[in-house]
């Protein structure tokens, strides 16, 4: 058995932690302006360096702004954000999405997988359905949860290349944390072969080239996630 190395987060993680904590749970609020970097290192016990490129870090994910001559400001993540601020988002208060986000989550994979399923089921290829058809068996031949998850991303991210649009699987890879995350909740609750069974279901509808069936299908699953029988909310 093999064992990752174990390493500590350095000050300019710590730095980034703790302010974008204090912006997700509002204790810095929109529009607020920091304290200068001279103070604001003084006050957190770390060199100006730390907190510069903390800044700077911080200023990507769209959680500050920097308005020269002015000072740094709280940014409205929602307006300036990226993947990277969703990913934030997703491990704030221990990886526990809030509701908010899961909804908007699920609301987004809706629309993104049933263009894919409009696209790909219409000149889909009987080689390219076999091939999907081992991806979402390999979901229930896993030995953790892990390994299932993993599996069906694969299943769903193989769909979403045959769609043969360049920017779709790139888009969809790109909520491979959230999608993880959502999907790990979703085995906590109700077991890795419910997971099989919905994107089993989602294959035959591919196999049998319905695409409104297809369709249907993803808008009452990710529904149910949503507000059915399948809800994935931490309580």
Not at 26 to 53: D, F, H, T
Not at 148 to 176: G, V
Not at 201 to 217: E, L, P, S
Request: glycine share 4%; charged share 25%; aromatic share 10%.
């Amino acid at each position: 058995m093999e064992f990752e190395k174990i390493s500590s987060p350095s000050l300019r993680e710590l730095f980034v932690d703790q302010l974008e904590n204090m912006i997700l749970s509002g204790k810095l609020k929109i529009g607020e302006k920091l304290p200068p970097e001279r103070q604001l290192a003084q006050m957190m016990q770390v060199s100006r360096a730390v907190v510069n490129s903390g800044i700077a870090e911080l200023e990507k994910k769209g959680f500050l702004i920097v308005k020269p001559r002015s000072g740094t400001f709280v940014a409205d993540y929602r307006r300036k954000g990226t993947v990277e601020t969703l990913v934030a988002i997703m491990k704030y208060n221990g990886g526990r999405i809030r509701r908010e986000e899961i909804r908007s989550i699920l609301e987004v994979r809706i629309a993104l997988d049933t263009l894919i399923a409009r696209l790909s089921i219409p000149m889909i290829t009987d080689e390219e359905i076999q091939v999907l058809f081992e991806k979402v068996e390999a979901i229930q031949n896993t030995a953790s949860v892990q390994e299932a998850i993993e599996a069906a991303f694969a299943f769903q991210h193989e769909f979403a290349l045959s769609s043969k649009n360049t920017l779709i699987p790139l888009i969809f890879q790109s909520f491979h944390a959230p999608i993880f995350t959502m999907w790990e909740r979703f085995c906590e609750l109700y077991g890795v072969e419910m997971l099989y069974n919905r994107n089993y279901t989602m294959w035959t509808y591919i196999k049998n080239r319905d695409t409104q069936g297809a369709v249907d299908w993803i808008e009452h699953s990710l529904k149910q996630c949503i507000d059915g029988d399948t809800q994935i909310y931490f309580d």
